[in-house]
């Protein structure tokens, strides 16, 4: 009897500390980078961004059917793109065109389990959709920048049934963005997670996609100002002008971000109307160019060959 209580009181107990350590999705300052992939080059391919999309979690609370969520907006457009809650290890979603709620990660999943009517979107380009199940193929858990670990669940390929699709990462998100499919890609096209900052803090960054500083829609640039890098890519020098009319340029409203987001050591240069930016020394990759103006930020994303 005495073995039997024991017993159940560490089961007990341990549940309650899982339950505790438990890390949901963020619920202000937060900010996601999804990049669309293109492996290009033979016989050594890599990947180049083709496109991007950020999704901004500003801490807004939204009441959908007597329910406390939080919304989640598209970080350049400002556009409602739905809303979350964290509850018991899982993270449910309401699409901003419905009141329905979904999964969209459960972290309480082991291996064999299955989760029904998970939020999905095919290919970031085709509506919104609603995967009936999925299994959980693996679970393990994966180092974030601050040396913490977090909870990743691995969801099994639907062609294959292996290990092979995306994995759920707790506190982040999807490895393969926010909201898209987390199968295995067969095409050379595909979406990733680019990064996930917490405030100026960058908690994952995906190395070939880099992660740019933090810039949402309520700080964008005026409409007048217009600004543009070339040649792009360069070998190592940039050039920047704005358009006829915008506020002259100055070499320190610029910086330069590696993809870990660290602030390299570049010093502009005032050539007449342009600025000039040299990278060279740098390693060949891509960078982040982020420009300050009227007191906003705005930035591109540079290639160094």
């Known amino acids: 009897m005495k073995a039997f209580l024991l017993t159940l009181v560490i089961t007990l107990t341990l549940q309650l500390a899982n339950s505790q350590d438990y890390i949901g999705l963020p619920e202000s300052g937060r900010k996601w980078v999804n990049a669309y992939m293109h492996v290009t080059g033979f016989p050594d391919p890599w990947p180049q961004v083709q496109n991007s999309v950020s999704f901004c979690s500003a801490g807004v609370d939204t009441l959908i059917n007597e329910i406390d969520y939080t919304q989640i907006d598209e970080c350049d457009t400002g556009s409602y793109k739905g809303a979350f809650r964290n509850a018991e290890g899982r993270v449910y979603f309401v699409p901003a065109d419905s009141l329905s709620e979904f999964i969209l990660y459960d972290f309480t999943l082991n291996v064999g389990d299955t989760v029904f009517n998970v939020y999905c979107e095919p290919c970031g380009c085709e509506p919104c959709g609603i995967v009936p199940f999925v299994v959980c193929a693996q679970t393990d858990s994966i180092a974030v920048a601050d040396g913490s670990y977090r909870r990743t669940v691995r969801v099994a390929d639907y062609l294959d049934g292996s290990n092979s699709g995306g994995q759920w990462i707790e506190g982040i998100g999807n490895s393969q963005g926010l909201f898209q499919e987390y199968y295995g890609s067969i095409s050379e096209y595909f979406w990733e997670l680019a990064c996930f900052r917490q405030n100026d803090t960058i908690v994952y960054s995906y190395s070939w996609a880099g992660c740019p500083p933090l810039v949402s829609a309520s700080n ?86």
């Open 220 to 305: 964008q640039l005026p409409n007048h100002t217009e600004w543009n890098v070339f040649p792009n890519p360069s070998s190592s020098v940039f050039y920047i002008s704005t358009a006829v009319g915008s506020e002259p340029l100055s070499v320190g409203q610029f910086r330069v971000y590696d993809t870990s987001g660290r602030l390299m050591d570049v010093t502009p240069e005032k050539e007449g109307n342009r600025v000039k930016i040299n990278l060279q020394g740098f390693p060949a990759g891509i960078y982040w160019l982020q420009v300050e103006l009227y007191g906003q930020f705005s930035g591109k994303r540079i290639v160094k060959i």
